[in-house]
């Protein structure tokens, strides 16, 4: 099976940055893609960024030119550079990957993982 494990969040003050890190692990697998969403109290769950295999970048128009999605394919990890953090950010922030059974798949499966909080206080 995949599992999904993000790590770095916290509690920083406005303006300060934090580094987001997901690592995929489990089976032999093909990532097509992967994202990081955010869902605070009471609100819907939202995009963030995600990137393709093929180093491709989509930004939510509320995070661009403040956040940075990267991706280092020889450890299956995808990261999320927060710059200028407000408290608005303030989510709990998930991971997702587009997991395709064979690198010849045209279909892929989204997996998340279980979430860290990100908390940006004025």
């Known amino acids: 099976q995949v599992q999904l494990v993000e790590s770095g969040g916290g509690l920083v003050q406005a303006g300060r940055s934090l580094r987001l890190s997901c690592a995929a692990s489990g089976r032999l697998f093909s990532i097509k893609a992967m994202g990081w969403s955010r869902q605070a109290p009471g609100k819907q769950r939202e995009l963030v960024a995600s990137?393709?295999?093929?180093?491709?970048?989509n930004y939510a128009d509320s995070v661009k030119g403040r956040f940075t999605i990267s991706r280092d394919t020889a450890k299956n990890t995808v990261y999320l550079q927060m710059n200028s953090l407000k408290p608005e950010d303030t989510a709990v922030y998930y991971c997702?990957?587009?997991?395709?059974?064979?690198?010849?798949?045209?279909?892929?499966?989204?997996?998340w993982g279980q979430g860290t909080q990100v908390t940006v206080s004025s």
């Open positions: 997702n990957a587009d997991i395709a059974p064979s690198i010849l798949a045209v279909t892929s499966q989204r997996y």
């Open positions: 990137i393709t295999s093929g180093g491709s970048t």
